[in-house]
């Protein structure tokens, strides 16, 4: 793709859709690094095009969103994330660690030896000759904010989008090296930050304790952690071996001059902060640090991807300020993903909920990182046979970075490995025998080819996937409707499409005649289904499978157009006119529904009694009935997580000032909406004095 402004779309969507699957469904699809190349590539080209940045690019915003389930936690100080840099396997000028030393002194510049950059240009003339440095290993877990008021714990979140996160208390409350009373501790309110994370040897005992139950094994301890910390029910949290790493403060009523101290601070009061956290005088010492990290990576009892180097002083930190959301004197340095050899068994062709067919390498279990690895992903066919020409009984290299599910990296040259078979493709799906389709959506990227069954509603892996997914927590939630009775159903031929779980109640008998089944379950289960037809309408669209729509999109989806009919109308620039919807998106929407098989499905829903209900005001918010209009830089917040914070106490925002409305905010460069306010006599307000507001100590 040559167009610069095409890319740029292409990229906010892949990123959105990657960020879509690693916060919402916990199943990334690709590996960190992976995913901030193209972050960079997109922040490069709006820098360079900076009147084409696209409203719902990722570059806007910290992460995700919020799960309907969970109650909104607001961070008092906005949770950010940290500057990446990464251990260089291919260094252009300053060896392997060149992005640590970049960013105290900044690239080296042959014409102007004496110049100085990085840290060392903020700081100016006062730095001194060794900056001490905290360097602590960057823990792949779960970034999670508790709050204590009087030294006792009181509510934790997530960090969400950094703004608002969920509130996961009662499963924090599981976690026994997280302190419930502070030893010591000033009065008032406190809130600490850390993360999350599996202790490795509990969780492969876990494993093993899953599997003799005859349970899935869980493959990452990250998602793992994630997943677990977000049940609604603490019961399972309980009995998981989690544990909270302390390693920074949000609010603090008296905060140590130093990070160390703080560190300190946090052993004293009774929290848990790595030992491999240490104090280092000067950049060379930093860099000796985070090698010893590295080296003892393989042999920690939880997983790390890095390691963070912190100034320790904290004048010098607010000194040095911030880089866009990130904290400039902070760096999050990121090791070479764990690498291992192991030999490949089989190739596996799995058939999606969409009928895609993806590969999974079938290997000898290894041991990546503390952890045992079975399957591996080999991402399309593409990458199978025309990148890794991958032949049976291949040595592979696998690679796991983290909460990324492993993937076959490379194959092992052996003698005789070419005399033996490529593995290929099936040409018929595994699954229904129906023939397979190949579908380019970009001539110029073969790599984009997708493989269908498109079989859709005959072939067992799609009906099935389509049905559980129907009836998953976050969409139908139809308790008791799990992968066993949906292979039941389907075998049964009891159910095929969604719209046939509705017709169950009046073909009772053949329910109740299914094995393991009876009068109870039959009952419950029906009660479940007839439960499940005042589900709100954001939850019926994300159960319909549209291609492209989430949870987030589902719910923009709703929140505009406020019904299933108006949806069903809407055409393609109405679709694309949905704040955070991309044009990609809206054709993805209106394929689906312009399908006439789809459109007699949800008209079957609706015969049966589905109600796709309307979503209602929020009520209750400090801001409840009240209509905002944002304008200009805010000082700290995007506007995005303004608009959040607004909604969330239940006001609306909206885009143009009229005698509706109610404030306006506004920051610096505020233009012609100002001047409306002004004309219309529009109370004007400031960020301040907008999140006064929000806490209901305003207006
Ligand atoms: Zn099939």
């Not at 194959?411 to 290929?424: H, Q, S």
Request: hydrophobic residues 40%; proline residues 7%.
């Amino acid at each position: 793709m040559s167009d610069p402004i095409a890319r740029m779309a292409w990229l906010v969507h892949e990123l959105n859709r990657h960020n879509r699957l690693y916060h919402e469904a916990n199943a990334p699809e690709i590996t960190d690094l992976a995913y901030d190349a193209l972050f960079r590539e997109l922040q490069a080209l709006e820098a360079a095009h900076p009147h084409d940045v696209i409203a719902e690019s990722p570059t806007r915003s910290v992460g995700a969103g919020v799960v309907p389930e969970l109650k909104p936690f607001v961070h008092e100080r906005p949770m950010l994330s940290l500057q990446n840099g990464y251990h260089k396997a291919e260094p252009a000028w300053g060896g392997p660690w060149e992005d640590l030393i970049e960013w105290e002194r900044g690239k080296p510049d042959p014409e102007k030896p004496g110049r100085l950059g990085g840290l060392r240009r903020h700081l100016g003339g006062e730095a001194p000759e060794r900056i001490t440095y905290m360097v602590e290993p960057k823990l792949d877990g779960l970034a999670i904010e508790l709050v204590y008021e009087n030294g006792a714990f009181v509510a934790g979140g997530t960090r969400g989008d950094g703004t608002v996160g969920e509130d996961v208390t009662h499963n924090l409350r599981t976690i026994q090296n997280l302190p419930k009373r502070l030893a010591g501790a000033p009065p008032g309110r406190i809130t600490v930050r850390g993360e999350v994370l599996f202790d490795l040897a509990g969780f492969e005992r876990m494993n093993a304790e899953r599997e003799a139950r005859g349970e899935r094994r869980f493959e990452n301890p990250r998602n793992s952690a994630a997943g677990t910390i977000r049940q609604l029910d603490s019961s399972q949290a309980k009995d998981r071996p989690l544990q909270f790493f302390a390693h920074s403060a949000g609010e603090l009523p008296d905060p140590p001059s130093h990070h160390s101290e703080l560190l300190a601070q946090f052993r004293a009061w009774g929290f848990t902060v790595s030992p491999l956290c240490q104090r280092c005088e000067g950049l060379d010492a930093a860099i000796q640090a985070v090698r010893d990290i590295e080296a003892a990576r393989s042999n920690l009892a939880y997983e790390i991807d890095g390691a963070v180097v912190k100034v320790d002083d904290v004048a010098m930190q607010e000194q040095l300020g911030f880089v866009t959301r990130s904290p400039r004197w902070a760096l999050a340095f990121k090791y070479l993903p764990a690498q291992v050899q192991t030999r490949l068994a089989s190739v596996l062709f799995s058939v999606g909920r969409t009928g895609q067919v993806t590969p999974v390498a079938q290997l000898e279990p290894a041991r990546v990182g503390g952890v045992t690895v079975r399957n591996a992903s080999l991402h399309n066919e593409h990458q199978m046979v025309r990148i890794l020409g991958l032949r049976v009984g291949d040595r592979v290299v696998i690679q796991r970075a983290g909460d990324v599910i492993p993937e076959v990296v490379a194959g092992v040259d052996e003698p005789g490995r070419l005399d033996r078979p490529l593995f290929a493709y099936p040409a018929v799906c595994p699954e229904c025998q129906h023939p397979l389709v190949r579908a380019l959506s970009d001539e110029s990227r073969p790599e984009m080819v997708q493989i269908r069954c498109p079989n859709t509603f005959g072939c067992p892996a799609q009906v099935g996937g389509g049905l559980r997914h129907f009836a998953s927590r976050l969409a139908m939630d139809i308790e008791g409707l799990g992968e066993k009775l949906v292979d039941q159903l389907v075998a049964a031929k009891l159910a095929r499409k969604p719209s046939d779980l509705y017709a169950l109640a009046a073909r009772r008998a053949e329910l109740v005649a299914l094995d393991r089944f009876g009068e109870t379950s039959a009952q419950n289960l029906l009660n479940a289904i007839e439960g499940s037809k005042q589900r709100p309408l954001e939850r019926c669209l994300l159960a319909l499978g549209v291609p492209m729509v989430g949870e987030s999109t589902a719910k923009e989806l709703a929140r505009h157009f406020r019904s299933i009919d108006a949806i069903l109308a809407a055409d393609i620039p109405a679709l694309d006119a949905v704040p955070n919807i991309a044009l990609t998106t809206a054709t993805a929407i209106r394929g689906f529904f312009d399908d006439s098989e789809n459109r007699a499905e949800v008209a079957a829903l609706q015969a049966a009694g589905v109600r796709f209900v309307p979503p209602s005001v929020p009520t209750g918010g400090a801001l409840t009935g009240k209509t905002f209009v944002l304008t200009g830089t805010l000082p700290t917040l995007g506007r995005d997580q303004m608009k959040q914070k607004i909604e969330v106490a239940g006001g609306k925002v909206s885009g143009s000032v009229s005698k509706k409305t109610d404030f306006v905010v506004a920051g610096a460069e505020a233009g012609s909406k100002l001047d409306k306010a002004v004309e219309l006599g529009v109370p004007v307000i400031d960020e301040a004095g907008m999140l006064a507001m929000i806490e209901g100590e305003g207006a």
